[in-house]
């Protein structure tokens, strides 16, 4: 998924090795999400060409609303979006915003910053750009980046590459002993906030799906869990459970202590 013109439909025919989609200079090439079988060294893939999105304001209605509104129903088909970027122009908000749409579907994701040709002999852009990639920590720590070039073929072998170890991470299977003790361990090392006078308890957690990795904490009191240690807790749980690459989604869900009077057990 991308801006328009920023080279997706490029991308798709070089991993390929054939022209399969219609490629052009003018924005907006790209009107249908199109389905494309591959195989590369025994694996099979599906890569779904979709239509550039521009800035929602610019969107205008009638066929290019139809092309944003089926790349949208492909980023919820698939299992790891590629957002693509154009190097010449760097990293737009419209960029941030439509890999911000790739997170709240809970979907894997790479980045792509295509065109990197554009700028070769231009320390200063490379500079820039990659100072400009930073702000995709905000929104997707776990993605990677890969400079490269539909072009010229830079870095085109590691796509797929990244998209396998993705989609590995994606569905990843936690062994239960494992995630407590990581639980145990993250929450023991930075405490959760005294609230009215209780402090939280975390009590174990569980893994309730894959795709992305689902994991459900049962703690003393979900409402009081602090929005900035929540992004603690998934933070740590991702890096220490190996999902370096892959979202993690977290669901916090109450459940009492014991009951006064009740002995231990
Ligand atoms: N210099 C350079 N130009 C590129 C690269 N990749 C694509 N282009 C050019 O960028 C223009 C747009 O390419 P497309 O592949 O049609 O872009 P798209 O993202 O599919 O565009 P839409 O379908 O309109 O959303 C074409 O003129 C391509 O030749 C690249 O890596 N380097
Ligand atoms: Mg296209």
């Known amino acids: 998924m991308g801006r328009p013109n920023v080279g997706k439909s490029s991308l798709l025919n070089a991993l390929v090795g054939s022209p ?58 698939a299992h790891v979006v590629v957002a693509v970027m154009d ?59 890969l400079q490269m070039s539909a072009k010229t073929g830079k870095n085109l072998g590691r796509l797929l590459t990244a998209v396998d170890q993705v989609y590995e991470q994606y569905g990843q299977r936690l062994a239960t002993a494992a995630l407590n003790q990581a639980l145990g361990e993250i929450t023991a090392r930075h405490q959760p906030p005294v609230v009215r006078g209780r402090r939280l308890k975390f009590f174990y957690a569980s893994q309730v799906g894959v795709r992305p990795p689902t994991v459900v904490v049962f703690v003393s009191d979900p409402q009081a869990v602090h929005f900035s240690y929540r992004r603690y807790l998934l933070n740590e749980l991702r890096k220490t459970l190996g999902l370096s690459l892959s979202p993690l989604r977290l669901h916090l869900r109450a459940r009492s202590g014991r009951r006064p009077g009740r002995s231990r057990t």
């Open 20 to 77: 399969r989609v219609v490629v052009s200079a003018v924005p907006g090439t790209t009107r249908d999400a199109i389905d494309t079988p591959f195989c590369l060294d025994g694996k099979e893939y599906v890569l779904i060409d979709t239509a550039g999105i521009r800035r929602q304001g610019r969107v205008e209605r009638g066929i290019e609303k139809a092309g944003v509104f089926r790349s949208l129903r492909a980023v919820e088909r």
């Open 87 to 145: 190097a010449g122009e760097g990293l737009t908000d419209q960029d941030l915003r439509l890999a911000g749409q790739a997170v709240a579907a809970h979907r894997g994701l790479v980045v792509v910053m295509n065109k990197w040709d554009l700028l070769l002999g231009d320390p200063e852009g490379q500079r820039l750009v990659k100072e400009q990639l930073e702000r995709l920590q905000g929104v997707a720590p776990w993605a990677p980046v």
